[in-house]
Nanobody, 117 residues
Framework: QVQLVESGGGVVQAGGSLRLSCAAS????????MGWYRQAPGKQRELVAG???????NYADSVKGRFTISRDNAKNTVYLQMNSLKPEDTAVYYC???????????WGQGTQVTVSS
């Protein structure tokens, strides 16, 4: 059973920073792309940032220049550094692990991020 466990969410004032972590169990981490998604109340889940096994990253336009995704294969962990947070970043953030050729998709349980104005 693959598990993704997120941590690092919380309440922060606008302009502040948070770092989310996602620890993956098993041997899947090194061969899967990793990503962070978020879902705000009443909205669809959206991709925030992703990183491939080769370390290539992509970001939603709304977070470019403010968020940084990184992965540590030795620790089976992916991070999301969030700076200059805005109230519109408030959402539940989910860690995602995928391997499309093998048909694997895994989700974490989510961690709440609340940015107050």
């Amino acid at each position: 059973q693959v598990q993704l466990v997120e941590s690092g969410g919380g309440v922060v004032q606008a302009g502040g920073s948070l770092r989310l972590s996602c620890a993956a169990s098993g041997r899947i981490f090194k061969i899967n792309a990793m990503g962070w998604y978020r879902q705000a109340p009443g909205k669809q889940r959206e991709l925030v940032a992703g990183v491939t096994t080769d370390g290539i990253t992509n970001y939603a336009d709304s977070v470019k220049g403010r968020f940084t995704i990184s992965r540590d294969n030795a620790k089976n962990t992916v991070y999301l550094q969030m700076n200059s947070l805005k109230p519109e970043d408030t959402a539940v953030y989910y860690c995602n692990s995928v391997n499309p050729p093998l048909g694997w998709t895994y989700w974490g349980q989510g961690t709440q991020v609340t940015v107050s104005s």
